[in-house]
Each structure stands twice: as structure tokens, then as C-alpha cells.
């Protein structure tokens, strides 16, 4: 079965800390997507990345950066130099096998940057 | 680009009334969107796969009578909540899917409270 398990509910961290953000998978496809969306407390969801599952390269986007490692199953985000407007539920998705268009969402971690 | 719209961003019903909530892509078409639910503190929950032009597929567990939903063009869906009762209360978020694919975008969410 697919799945998606962000085991981290909740981080509070000062600003400038560095946060990592988990995100553990399971599928039994071979070609799939990982995301991952910020949800603000306005709720609107923001797309950060899309990674296929044939491309192990790790991402870095200014202060943030993604760890994509098929042999452990995971995708995990990283802020640098945390900031109070990074505060917001970050949400890993898998993409469904014969539809990639189907998202199966994590259960979402809060994060909370102190000033 | 690819900004999705929901309207209305909140709304409050009574008990046995209905309500509908619609999705536009303003700047893309999307042959393809997704109607999600989210429960406070919870993840998003999808409830259904529209597709212009033909009928919605609806998740296990979803009353195919109680959320009609209709995809009449590329960049229009609508969500009717009918006969809406106080547990319909959540948010709900759509998403489409530009052609190629296979980002989500997402919109702002429409919070619905029935009293």
C-alpha cells in the first residue's frame, strides 16, 4: 500500500536554526513523485518541489534544501537559517502508481520559528 | 502562473441547506482537478477526482448524492454540498492539474460552517 509518514507533528525552533523536516514513504511502484507543500496559517497550499523518483539528486533552493534517498525511502526537507515566516504546516506527498495526478498526502508537520 | 481560485473563500449555511463552491484556474486549463477536505489540525483528505467533460470519480467513503460536483469546463469545477449538516463543517481546498502535469495547484480553500 502507498503511504506517507511524516512522524514529526511538531517542531518549534528559535530563528536561524537549521529544521529538518521528515518524510518516510511507501510504494510498490517504480516511477512515482514525491512532493512537498507549505500550508501558511492562511491555508492556502504553496508547491516547494517535485521530485520524480529516478532523479536522487539532492535540491537546494536557497535557504531550503531536499534529501532524496530511494534506498531509505525518504524525502526530507531541510530550512537553513529558519525564519518566523517559515512557521506553517509542511505537508510530503507520494504520487498514486498509474496516476500520478492523484496525491497521497502525509499527515503534515507544524512548524513553529520563534523569534 | 497557474493561480487556482475558490469562491467563496467562507461560508456559513443552516442545517439542510446547500452550498456550492466553485474552483477556477485562471490561468491554465486543467483537464484534470481534485476536491479535498481537511479537518482542523488534520491532514487533506481527498474526496474526488474531477474531470471536465465526463463524470467525477469519488474516494471510498464519499456520498457521491451529498457532494455533487461538475466539471463543465477546463478551468471551472463546482463542489455542491447538499443538504449540508454541522459535520460537513470543514475546509475544503481544490486543486488543478495543468496539462502535462503533474504539479498541484492549489486554492485557498473555502471554510464552510453549517450551523
Known amino acids: 500500500a502507498q503511504k506517507v509518514t511524516q512522524a514529526q507533528t511538531e517542531i518549534s525552533v528559535v530563528e536561524k536554526e537549521d529544521v529538518t523536516l521528515d518524510c518516510v514513504y511507501e510504494?510498490?511502484?517504480?516511477?512515482?513523485?514525491l512532493f512537498w507543500y507549505k500550508q501558511p496559517p492562511s491555508g492556502e497550499l504553496v508547491f516547494l518541489i517535485r521530485?520524480?523518483?529516478?532523479?536522487?539528486q539532492n535540491e537546494i533552493s536557497g535557504r531550503y534544501s531536499w534529501n532524496f534517498q530511494k534506498s531509505t525511502s525518504s524525502f526530507n526537507f531541510t530550512i537553513t537559517a529558519s525564519q518566523v515566516v517559515d512557521s506553517a504546516v509542511y505537508f510530503c506527498a507520494l504520487s498514486e502508481p498509474y496516476n500520478t495526478d492523484k496525491l497521497i498526502f502525509g499527515t503534515g508537520t507544524r512548524l513553529q520559528v520563534f523569534p | 502562473g497557474a493561480v487556482v481560485s475558490q469562491h467563496p473563500s467562507r461560508v456559513i449555511c443552516k442545517s439542510g441547506t446547500s452550498v456550492k463552491i466553485e474552483c477556477r484556474s485562471l490561468d491554465f486549463q486543467a483537464t484534470t482537478m481534485f476536491w479535498y477536505r481537511q479537518f482542523p489540525k488534520q491532514s487533506l483528505m481527498l474526496m474526488a477526482t474531477s474531470n471536465e467533460g465526463s463524470k467525477a470519480t469519488y474516494e471510498q467513503g464519499v456520498e457521491k448524492d451529498k457532494f455533487l460536483i461538475n466539471h463543465a469546463s477546463l478551468t471551472l469545477s463546482t463542489l455542491t454540498v447538499t443538504s449540508a449538516h454541522p459535520e460537513d463543517s470543514s475546509f475544503y481546498i481544490c486543486?488543478?492539474?495543468?496539462?502535462?502535469?503533474?504539479?498541484?495547484?492549489f486554492g485557498p480553500g473555502t471554510r464552510l460552517t453549517v450551523t
Open positions: 510504494t510498490r511502484d517504480t516511477t512515482y513523485y
Open positions: 521530485r520524480n523518483s529516478f532523479d536522487e
Open positions: 486543486s488543478a492539474v495543468k496539462t502535462g502535469g503533474p504539479e498541484q495547484y
